[in-house]
């Protein structure tokens, strides 16, 4: 039964996630936001949004190792699973905004995670707060950048037009839609999780960093390899590293205002948080060396051969 939990609920997360995203995009326009303003900010918090209700509802439920589990491998698996799956069916070009700005970014929400988990145990609401303050700072910026700049193409194609136009009762239908499947895929996923880990013999940190995270990276990783394989567009690295920002600043942020997420194992400080920063690190000397601006092929089974090692070593240990 805990996997027939945990697929319904990844599949109510997905769906939820969807509609949201809609709604989300559709209600920005009747609030005259600009489209840049949308792809920016609306896009990725909605985006967010399942991460945020597991999270939640595992903190609330005293599974707190699921929350921070949750958050860490879903980073780990944007990079070492979608990063590297896409890499290897096209090479990945590096524009510069990557290492002057989304990179450092999310390299010091990283550090600053493992410092507030090391220095008392838990993430308190006050430090919930002070992350939001820091996305809140990032969001400023980066639609300054952008201002400045010219918005990627990327990030300008996951709002589309169509919904500029949609009435308000659809939306209303597709707010509600997603909120209930959003509520309930992360019920089911948190009751599944938490009954595979006790069947396995597991803790729940394990299912979280790898099961779980890979759930939920499903939708990224499915958009990210068929756009790769229709060669439509490249895959923007900073995307997936703004999606790694949102991860630790809103998801956590979020969940620590309404429930302090207390740390209870001590491998998430030990093992799975230095997986998490050594995968960002690594993209640094990836993007340069050999070629570079670019993250080719070889490259990209790399970065995959060090998640299976990860994923494999969090069961065997």
Known sequence: MSL???FLGLVLLVVGGEFLVRAAV???????????????????????TPELLVSIQA?????????LGNVIGSNIANIGLVLGITAIITPLTIDKDFYKFNWPVMMLLSVGLYFILSSGNEI?????????LILTVYLFLLIKRARKNSVSADTLEEVKDELS??????????????????????????IGAVELATTMGVSQRVIAVTMIAIGTSVPELAASVIAALKKEKALSLGNLIGSNIFNIASVLG???????IVLK????LTNDIWWMLGFSAVLIPLAFIPKQ??????????IVVAYCAFVGLAFVS
């Open 4 to 6: 027939a939990y945990i």
């Open 26 to 48: 559709g209600l920005s326009f009747k609030l005259k936001l600009s489209k840049m303003v949308i792809g920016l900010t609306i896009v990725s918090f909605a985006t967010s």
């Open 59 to 67: 903190a609330l439920d005293g599974f707190s190792d699921i929350s």
């Open 124 to 132: 308190s609401r006050m430090e919930g707060i002070g992350l939001l």
């Open 165 to 190: 136009t949609v009435s308000n009762f659809k939306i209303s239908i597709w707010l509600v839609i997603g909120g209930i499947a959003l509520y309930f895929g992360s019920d089911f996923l948190v």
């Open 254 to 260: 979020v969940t620590a205002i309404i429930q302090p």
């Open 265 to 268: 194992s001590q491998e998430v």
């Open 293 to 302: 601006f670019e993250i080719g092929r070889v490259k990209g089974l790399v």
